[in-house]
């Protein structure tokens, strides 16, 4: 399976709504990663696991918390967002033993906050 | 930034034409990658090349790195309607993650 699954494919929330984006690989990745990216602009990179551990956050406001409670899920849960945050957000995994940081994206959730 | 550059922003030719793309980046490198997005979806990896390589082929992809002038390119042959896409290429710098560049929109008309 070299697959990597995001769930929902489009959510639309309040401002004071709390959700999740989930994402899963069973290609045994111990690299995770999120990242949010706006119209006609390259992926900005958010969080960063390895080996279950946050190893990179980019400064990412409060209101968005990661979670990888195995090796094969991530989390992103939101709460409070602003509208700002309307974006697509991908999920991608890599195999950090071969070093090469190939990544391996999921289709992404296509996120309105309103 | 560590970000790489691409050149051009936007590109649109003919099928059958080939497409170049340029990718330059300002720090030392483990790799260079390319990726394809097309609208909405994720990217898909393309092709990496690493530090110590001059030339890559993948089908009608070929890469080229020249690491003395920081810079890259990716070539696509003949080119197909269905290439119609985002070309990223990101740089990895061995800190355990990517850097990617602005984009480059490939357009090709039938």
């Known amino acids: 399976d070299t697959e990597v699954t995001q769930t929902p494919k489009h959510l639309v929330m309040g401002m004071t709504n709390k959700k999740s984006l989930k994402c899963e690989q069973h290609?045994?990745?111990?690299?995770m990663y999120w990242y949010k990216q706006k119209a006609k602009k390259p992926p900005e990179l958010m969080f960063v696991?390895?080996?279950?551990?946050?190893?990179i956050n980019e400064s990412v406001p409060s209101r968005f918390s990661p979670e990888c409670p195995n090796s094969s899920l991530l989390n992103l849960h939101l709460h409070a967002l602003q509208p700002e945050d309307s974006a697509l957000y991908l999920c991608?995994?890599?195999?950090?033993?071969?070093?090469?940081?190939?990544?391996?994206f999921g289709p992404g959730t296509r996120l309105t906050v309103l | 930034s560590q970000q790489g550059e691409e050149d051009p922003q936007a590109l649109s030719i003919q099928e059958g034409e080939n497409a170049t793309m340029n990718c330059s980046y300002k720090?030392?490198?483990?790799?260079l990658q390319w990726y394809r997005q097309n609208s909405g979806r994720g990217l898909v990896h393309l092709i990496l090349?690493?530090?110590?390589?001059r030339e890559k082929h993948s089908g009608r992809l070929r890469v080229t790195l020249d690491t003395s002038k920081k810079s890259s390119s990716l070539l696509i042959t003949a080119s197909r309607a269905a290439d119609t896409a985002s070309y990223f290429c990101?740089?990895?710098?061995?800190?355990?993650?990517?850097?990617f560049g602005r984009g480059t929109q490939l357009t090709v008309w039938p």
């Open positions: 991608a995994s890599s195999q950090p033993l071969t070093g090469d940081y190939e990544q391996f």
């Open positions: 290609m045994g990745h111990r690299a």
């Open positions: 696991y390895s080996y279950e551990k946050l190893s």
């Open positions: 720090t030392s490198i483990n790799n």
């Open positions: 090349i690493r530090s110590n390589e």
């Open positions: 990101a740089t990895d710098p061995k800190l355990g993650r990517l850097y």
